[in-house]
């Protein structure tokens, strides 16, 4: 059990004009400070720059000795530029050419509204002090009190005595006192000295002085401290240093100390390279840790780049490598996180033209917690060139590509596969269907070095793959105009047609560099392909039927689809993959007639109801191969009830190199119990295992001005064994934890808390049922 703590806090928001579209959608009416004077509408145009310099003065009575004072009285307005003074008495000094007002004063423009007690306004250089001061920035709930507020002449802002909050009312939920702040109008920072928070009146943080921004501009400094507490890491302190190094460079530095582990260090390195490349650069560093047997050294480094050298000429890198294999179980990331299993390492760069296109590129992938490491390529050249309607409607297309594949591994092979596929295809497409033919020559060359000393594994030094392939595919189109349930919909029936033929040639002898099957779903029916890759091409003749319905309601939005079909085997394809082991004589053989009926469905069954589901059927061995189904009940935002099914059978557990099925059922829900405080949950449970995976509970109460989060969290761990870096003790096989999240608006915004967070935080994120895929 580990309990966390989380205080999101910045010592203060940005003071611009809020968007009023996001000012909506940020706060209900309940929420919005609204100063009490109405808003200030300038009574002309302000058009030119003699037009911002221009004063109006207006009163009820007014009294002026040449060159010397004015004295006006009785609803005075005093406007210059887009700022307005409202008193009850104010007069200006022609000789000083400095205002005094006092007097139910009121003092607005553009940015902020203010009242005081006077005002001292020195006109030739623009600058103002307001005593007694309360103010409210325009467009945002930030209000506040000022001893003393001044306006300098380079349009800086100086607050003595102050403080700010973002609750309504006379006696705010929070208070952020201040002996001063400054707001530097040009840098757009601001500084605080002595300022303290005060939750419900009771001081909760002091901090002596600090630089923050009031525009979305960088500047070096120290950022907000995090703490928290767990059984795993300890007291964690992590203290944030971001270092503004140039327009295109940035780094920061996190020292983050556990007291069970020791201190971990991340650093993250972001830059821009001219104006359309950009990248980061990641190391994360634990000496010694605590928990660990031998007290490992843990580390992580990672590296991204992408983008345009110029309009042809694109490039992409990315590179990750950790310590063990339980780095991101065990460490809070900043690059992936503990469900990742993968490590994928890419160099590619590209060249692009209206017909072709040109890339090289090299690949590696790490995965965690797998003794067997997946091929390196090393690298892979790839050419594609495009001419549509060359000569009488035929389409020409040719793919090739060039792979060298090694292994880290010293006793697995390594080859050279060059690969040319040239095809010509005749569309024919219209609004009542389409009918594509297609023609193709698979011409493949390996050149295989054997290492693997296996009696039974015999690959061929050299191999010269050439098949053909032939693939016709049709849909027709109907639709027609009906009613079901007292309700007007267009319906579109659209049956489709594909006969494939792909020629049969033993391929026994070419190793497994990159090759795995593809799923067999509704679409995939389709494809012409079994394997993905090129080292295994199966071999057909097959034909596929697929028939998909839809319903358009009369606002042409779709609230019905099925699609169901299946693949005729006119013979059985001779070509399967190898197993696991490495033996290159074993293969999977298509022994049947007809595949799987792949099935799937999306619907809306009524109103707020949605259903999902997918199916793919074995109807001669009467066997499930998967299933999924979802249904959903959204009747508004924020309310959410689903209920889900999941059936995956033969999944490899990499641990035990088993076959294990998946079957397991969810129910996740999302509900207001009233306008501030709502409830997220979710529970999943395996029923071959009887067992929950994952339990989720979230009670969330949000108001004007902060918000409160506590949840419980207990989920299934991903442990993967390391012999390198054991564990003193035994890892667990569950984790749980309670977490605290307190935001205070204002200081920090909205912070990370929300329903549509909630829903994603777990294993199973929430997905609506119409993207309910794999």
Known sequence: MQIRYFLALSLLPQLVLADETETVAAS?????????????????????????????ISSDRSAAQMGKQATFNGDVNFSQGGRNIAADEAILDQESEELHANGNLVFQDEIFTVTADSLVAKMRSNSAVLSGAQYWLTGQQIHGD???????????????????????????????????????STEEWGEIWDAKIKIAGVPVMYIPYMTIPVSDKRKSGFLFPSFSTSTTNGVEVATPYYWNIAPEYDL????????ARGLFTKTEFRYLAGEKQQGQLNIEYLADDDKLVNSPDRYLYHWEHSGAINKNWRVLANYTDVSDNNYFNDLSSDVQRATDNQLTRIGEISYFEQNWDFSARVQDIKVLGEEEKPYQVMP????????????????????????????????????????????????????AGSLTSEV????????????????????????????????????????RFTDYFDTNYRQTLEPQFQYLYVGYEDQSDIGIYDTALLQEDYNGLFRDRRFSGLDRIAD??????????????????????????????????????????????????????????????????????????????????????????????????????????????????????????????????????????????????????????????????????????????????????????PVQDTRELFESGIYLNFVLKGLGGS????????????????????????
């Open 380 to 431: 892979q050249f790839t050419f594609n060139y495009r001419a549509p309607s060359y000569w009488h409607g035929l389409d020409f297309n040719l793919y090739s590509e060039a792979t060298n594949f090694e292994h880290q591994d010293s006793e697995y092979s390594t080859a050279t596969r060059v690969h040319l596929e040239p095809s010509i295809s005749y569309p024919i497409h219209g609004p």
């Open 540 to 725: 057909a003749n097959q034909f596929t039927l697929g028939l998909t319905t839809k319903l358009f309601n009369e606002q042409n939005r779709e609230v019905f689809k099925f699609s169901l079909g299946q693949i005729i085997y006119l013979e059985d394809s001779r070509v399967g993959i190898n197993d696991i082991t490495g033996s290159n004589d074993t293969f999977v053989q298509e022994n049947t007639s007809n595949s799987a009926i792949a099935a799937e469905l999306t619907t809306q069954l009524y109103s707020d109801w949605f259903l999902s589901g997918s199916i793919q059927y074995d109807a001669k061995e009467s066997e499930n191969k998967k299933s999924e189904v979802t249904v959903d009940y959204r009747p508004g935002t924020n309310k959410l009830l689903q209920a889900s099914y999941r059936y995956v059978p033969d999944l490899l557990n990499t641990n035990t190199n088993e076959s294990v099925d998946i079957k397991q059922i969810g129910f996740r829900g999302a509900w207001p119990i009233n306008d501030s405080l709502y409830l997220v949950g979710n529970w999943y449970y395996d029923l071959n295992e009887s067992r929950a995976v994952e339990t989720y509970t979230g009670f969330q109460y949000e108001s004007c001005c902060w918000a409160v989060r506590l949840s419980y969290h207990y989920r299934i761990k991903t442990n993967y064994i390391d012999e390198d870096n």
């Open 252 to 259: 920061t530095f996190t020292p983050n100390y556990m007291s």
């Open 28 to 56: 209900s009416s309940q929420c919005v400070v609204v100063p009490p004077v109405k808003p200030y509408v300038p009574l002309y145009e302000m058009n030119t720059p003699a037009d911002l310099e221009r004063i109006y």
């Open 146 to 184: 000022a001893d003393r507020l001044e306006i300098t002449k380079e349009n800086n802002l100086l607050l003595s005595g102050t403080n700010f909050t973002t609750c309504p009312g006379q006696d705010p939920d929070w208070l952020l006192e201040a002996d001063r702040i400054k707001i530097d």
């Open 440 to 479: 193709k020559l698979l011409q493949t060359n390996y050149w295989q070095d054997d290492k693997s000393n296996l009696s039974n594994s015999e690959l061929s030094e050299h191999v010269n793959r050439t098949l053909p392939q032939v693939r016709i595919h049709g849909q027709v189109n109907f639709e």
């Open 751 to 774: 912070g990370p808390l929300g329903v549509s967070d909630m829903l994603d935080d777990g294993l199973f994120n929430y997905r609506k049922p119409l993207y309910l895929k794999n």
